[in-house]
């Protein structure tokens, strides 16, 4: 993948990551699919919403398997933990602003709002990108297991960590 696709895949990984699918998402799919198939990603198998909200909780909201995608829960702080202050930060020096419509609401280190700061970084700084990518793009790596259930909020975790895997500077 090229630097100038890195960008508008974040966009989408962060996109999908901050939603849990409905109807009219999952008909926008099928006109991202081209997009989808390139990060190695298909729209669900199954338009039956409440599998997929199972899905979705299995995934990242079941307390037992699920993998959070907020950061500083994995980093022991709870909720707006030290690692959503310094996305903030970040946000804010970079003359950004973290969209609430467009998070959903969610924390700003959840991965999802992460990956859409990271985007806009990468287009702006390419060193403010790198080192968001060292405080605030690796934890999710060392905490990833393999999620339990497959479909394609496991498909969708695979792919973010192929593209984090893939982002500068990598880990030594």
Not at 96 to 106: A, K, P, V
Request: glycine share 6%; net charge negative; no cysteine.
């Amino acid at each position: 993948m090229t630097d100038a696709a890195l960008p508008p895949v974040a966009r989408l990984l962060g996109w999908l990551l901050l939603r849990e699918l409905d109807a009219a998402t999952l008909a926008s799919l099928e006109t991202l699919r081209p997009a989808l198939e390139a990060i190695g990603l298909s729209p669900p198998e199954t338009d039956d919403l409440e599998e997929l909200a199972a899905q979705y909780y299995a995934a990242f909201l079941d307390p037992t398997a699920g993998v959070p995608l907020v950061q500083s829960l994995h980093e022991g702080d709870g909720y707006e933990g030290e690692a959503a202050r310094s996305v903030r930060a970040i946000a804010d020096a970079a003359g950004l602003e973290l969209d609430s419509e467009l998070s959903h609401g969610s924390p700003a280190d959840h991965l999802g709002v992460q990956l859409l700061l990271w985007a806009d970084l990468a287009t702006r700084d390419e060193e403010a990108a790198q080192e968001f990518t060292r405080r605030h793009l690796r934890w999710l790596s060392l905490r990833m297991a393999a999620l339990p259930q497959p479909g394609f909020y496991a498909d969708l975790l695979n792919a973010t960590r192929s593209f984090l895997a893939s982002l500068p500077p990598h880990p030594s």
